[in-house]
């Protein structure tokens, strides 16, 4: 029984630590402002302001790339619809999505690698590699 609990606290310790680092090295980010194409994107977006329909033809060719994707756009207009123009809950669900990715490249890796226990240290650092890499901030 001692033995189960070990094998399940050590496979829990990966996933909880990238949890917490994600958070802790984003969290300073969560009330930075609309930078770049977030202007053209979220804050001059009119098309956002409303959930559905969730596919539109883009209107100009500044929110082209926003409003042809139907994912990105449902959660801007989500962000939208709870928040407004609030910044940090466009960072915050940014944020939350960039640690599930962490996470499911952590479980791919480890099922690619084959799922034992040895092979924790490999999928958690090739997670945690991408999930703090600036390149994908």
């Given at each position: 029984m001692n033995t189960l609990r070990q094998i399940a606290a050590a496979s829990l310790w990966p996933p909880?630590?990238?949890v917490l680092i994600g958070i802790g090295?984003?969290?300073n980010a969560l009330s930075a402002p609309f930078i770049f194409d977030d202007h053209p994107a979220i804050v001059e977006n009119e098309d956002i302001r409303e959930v559905l329909p969730l596919w539109r033809a883009?209107?100009?060719s500044a929110r082209s790339s926003i409003n042809s994707r139907p994912l990105v756009r449902l959660s801007l207009a989500l962000n939208y619809t709870y928040?407004?123009?609030?910044v940090e809950g466009y960072h915050a669900v940014?944020?939350?999505?960039?640690i599930a990715c962490a996470l499911a490249l952590y479980g791919l890796m480890?099922?690619?690698l084959g799922g034992r226990a040895r092979e924790r240290a490999p999928a958690f650092c090739a997670a945690l590699l991408w999930l703090v890499h600036p390149l994908n901030s």
């Open positions: 909880l630590a990238l090295v984003y969290a883009p209107e100009t928040g407004a123009l609030r940014n944020l939350a999505t960039h480890l099922r690619a």
